[in-house]
């Protein structure tokens, strides 16, 4: 940030107050930040008054008012109409960090970058792991990239909604090790859920092997929070990661057939008695 002072941040926007955003908006709130919110949706707004927010009907507006600003979004055409000219780059502070939460492609936040640097701008990525009930423990994993100097600003911030904070290197990689995450995640949910049908089918009590195998080598996340998973964004994380391979020319054989499995998962999850029906 050179040639700028790095000031304290002491007034946070969010963009999105959905799932993740709701619990955030509260936590930062508590953490004694002044937090101002826009979503599409104005029937939100009572719901981010009572976490604490300040509701503000226009995202240009709350970018004017803002010393960090939270983009908690679902898609890469979102995103960039957010951060477009006539949007959050209006009227911008210079200084002012946006730290995109969405899962997207790693060269879309780049790209936005790169525009935003022009108004004195800081974008990064600030991907967060564990799911909605860690969002409303406070208890997040974010994965930052960005600058070592604009990543130690924003800390603060993601301290008051993370109990862990890891810096990825520049702005792009947090996208990737969200990516990688999820790669991970929707593996061993659909393999969680092999396993489970075979010892249903062979009569077993599968929630005392569940817990037997949370003690052993095959204990993964998806099996500990067995149940609680909506998957509504498992197909949308799989495209990203199949459009990040085809861009690096890399064959993900087992990525393919875990995204194909989700889609036809999702509407029957946890449902073992239905899982993997053979048709004769």
Same mark, same amino acid.
């Given at each position: 940030?050179?040639?700028?002072?790095?000031?304290?941040?002491?007034?946070?926007?969010?963009?999105?107050?959905?799932?993740?955003?709701?619990?955030?908006?509260?936590?930062?709130? /508590?953490?004694?930040?002044?937090? /101002?919110?826009?979503?599409?949706?104005?029937?939100?707004?009572?719901?981010?008054?009572?976490?604490?927010?300040?509701?503000?009907?226009?995202?240009?507006?709350?970018?004017?008012?803002?010393?960090?600003?939270?983009?908690?979004?679902?898609?890469?055409?979102?995103?960039?109409?957010?951060?477009?000219? /006539?949007?959050?780059?209006?009227?911008?502070?210079?200084?002012?960090?946006?730290?995109?939460?969405?899962?997207?492609?790693?060269?879309?936040?780049?790209?936005?970058?790169?525009?935003?640097?022009?108004?004195?701008?800081?974008?990064?990525?600030?991907?967060?792991?564990?799911?909605?009930?860690?969002?409303?423990?406070?208890?997040?994993?974010?994965?930052?990239?960005?600058?070592?100097?604009?990543?130690?600003?924003? /800390?603060?911030?993601?301290?008051?909604?993370?109990?862990?904070?890891?810096?990825?290197?520049?702005?792009?990689?947090?996208?990737?090790?969200?990516?990688?995450?999820?790669?991970?995640?929707?593996?061993?949910?659909?393999?969680?859920?092999?396993?489970?049908?075979?010892?249903?089918?062979?009569?077993?009590?599968?929630?005392?092997?569940?817990?037997?195998?949370?003690?052993?080598?095959?204990?993964?996340?998806?099996?500990?929070?067995?149940?609680?998973?909506?998957?509504?964004?498992?197909?949308?994380?799989?495209?990203?990661?199949?459009?990040?391979?085809?861009?690096?020319?890399?064959?993900?054989?087992?990525?393919?057939?875990?995204?194909?499995?989700?889609?036809?998962?999702?509407?029957?999850?946890?449902?073992?008695?239905?899982?993997?029906?053979?048709?004769?």
């Amino acid at each position: 940030m050179s040639g700028e002072k790095a000031s304290t941040i002491k007034t946070v926007g969010v963009i999105g107050a959905g799932r993740m955003g709701q619990p955030i908006i509260g936590h930062l709130a /508590r953490k004694g930040f002044d937090v /101002r919110v826009h979503d599409v949706d104005p029937g939100k707004q009572a719901a981010v008054e009572k976490r604490g927010g300040k509701w503000v009907a226009d995202a240009a507006a709350l970018a004017g008012e803002s010393d960090a600003i939270l983009v908690c979004v679902g898609y890469d055409r979102e995103l960039r109409e957010l951060l477009s000219d /006539r949007r959050l780059l209006k009227n911008p502070r210079r200084g002012t960090i946006i730290a995109i939460l969405s899962t997207v492609l790693p060269g879309t936040v780049r790209d936005l970058a790169a525009q935003s640097s022009q108004s004195g701008v800081h974008v990064v990525d600030s991907t967060v792991c564990r799911g909605g009930w860690a969002a409303d423990e406070g208890t997040l994993l974010s994965f930052v990239g960005g600058s070592a100097e604009v990543v130690s600003r924003l /800390r603060p911030v993601l301290a008051a909604y993370s109990s862990d904070i890891v810096h990825t290197g520049d702005v792009g990689t947090a996208q990737v090790a969200k990516a990688v995450n999820n790669m991970i995640m929707w593996s061993c949910l659909v393999a969680d859920h092999e396993a489970l049908a075979l010892a249903h089918r062979y009569g077993l009590d599968v929630e005392m092997l569940r817990k037997a195998l949370l003690t052993t080598h095959s204990m993964n996340g998806a099996l500990e929070n067995w149940g609680r998973q909506t998957m509504a964004w498992a197909d949308d994380d799989m495209e990203i990661v199949a459009a990040m391979a085809k861009e690096r020319g890399l064959a993900l054989d087992q990525a393919a057939a875990v995204q194909k499995i989700c889609r036809t998962l999702k509407p029957r999850r946890y449902q073992l008695d239905k899982y993997g029906e053979v048709t004769k």
